[in-house]
């Protein structure tokens, strides 16, 4: 039985313009704003977004045109460190994040039937989502399972430390 992947790839959609219609307005020192010292900002938020619909788009790619490639994940507390995003561009952050999810979503409206359910292998201490550090593989619609929740997690963030920021003004 092929998985039923459609709420995903419509939720990914959903997910694009409802994330920067909730950044939009905002000024850069709200954008940077933290809840506390370690917590990321909105800004390290949609750079870290960026970063990952490029890593899905990479996983996604792999998974349907090699046999069981090995696939890691993002840490985003280590990338959010190394790659300093708060000393960047957010207007380029926010058009990465479009052109890359665009992408992804055209790549995931190609796919039929069998191809859901090719597998790709993963390495690595980072394991999505709370998922079980037993699973080694990996469909494409679990994959694709995955960036859906991550983009609800993410989205559900920025709209909390929003609604913080809108409280304090």
């Avoid at 977004?49 to 990479?58: A, G, H, I, R």
Wanted: aromatic fraction near 10%; include cysteine.
């Amino acid at each position: 039985m092929l998985p039923i992947i459609s709420p995903y790839v419509d939720f990914l959609e959903y997910a694009r313009t409802e994330i920067l219609d909730e950044v939009s307005g905002l000024s850069e020192e709200q954008l940077q704003w933290r809840t506390e010292p370690n917590a990321p900002s909105i800004k390290e938020i949609l750079f870290f977004l960026s970063d990952l619909e490029e890593m899905y788009l990479s996983h996604y790619s792999s998974t349907l045109m090699e046999d069981k490639p090995t696939i890691t994940f993002l840490d985003e507390q280590g990338t959010v460190r190394e790659k300093n995003y708060l000393y960047q561009d957010i207007a380029a952050a926010k058009n990465r994040l479009e052109e890359l999810r665009a992408e992804n979503l055209s790549l995931l409206r190609t796919v039929r039937g069998k191809d859901w359910v090719r597998v790709a292998l993963f390495s690595g201490d980072v394991y999505p989502l709370n998922s079980q550090r037993e699973e080694h593989f990996i469909t494409l619609a679990r994959l694709c399972e995955w960036h859906a929740k991550q983009m609800k997690k993410y989205l559900e963030q920025i709209r909390r430390i929003k609604d913080l920021i809108i409280e304090q003004t």
